[in-house]
């Protein structure tokens, strides 16, 4: 079992920067992979970016390519999302999620444990 608990959301206006954490507990962090996915009211939460066991090959949703940064540090247990230049539509419930599956996956139904989210808003 893997507890996630992400922190970090808030209010920003467009343009500015926030930074996501998700401290993990429980079974071995860096044997899991790590991804980021988002819901905005209405929609199915999407993928928004992974990383692999070791911090290696980062993965990321197309949107968010060159703005956003996902990190880990498995000596803290914990993994980052650095979003900047956000913009009204990446307001969202932001969720981290570990896989036990080696290599990255974009896929929702492959992660195995996930957090309870934390709200991102944008001011336009």
């Known amino acids: 079992q893997v507890q996630l608990v992400e922190s970090g959301g808030g209010l920003v206006q467009a343009g500015g920067s926030l930074r996501l954490s998700c401290a993990a507990s429980?079974?071995?962090?860096?044997?899991?992979?790590m991804g980021w996915f988002r819901q905005a009211p209405g929609k199915e939460r999407e993928f928004v970016a992974a990383?692999?066991?070791?911090?290696?090959?980062?993965v990321y949703e197309d949107s968010v390519k060159g703005r956003f940064t996902i990190s880990r540090d498995n000596a803290k247990k914990t993994t980052y999302l650095s979003m900047n230049m956000l913009k009204p539509e990446d307001m969202a419930v932001y969720y981290c999620?570990?896989?036990?599956?080696?290599?990255?996956?974009?896929?929702?139904?492959?992660?195995?444990?996930w957090g309870q989210g934390t709200q991102v808003t944008v001011s336009s």
């Open positions: 999620a570990a896989t036990s599956r080696l290599g990255i996956t974009t896929q929702r139904g492959a992660y195995d444990y």
């Open positions: 990383i692999s066991r070791s911090g290696a090959t980062p």
């Open positions: 429980g079974r071995t962090f860096s044997s899991f992979s």
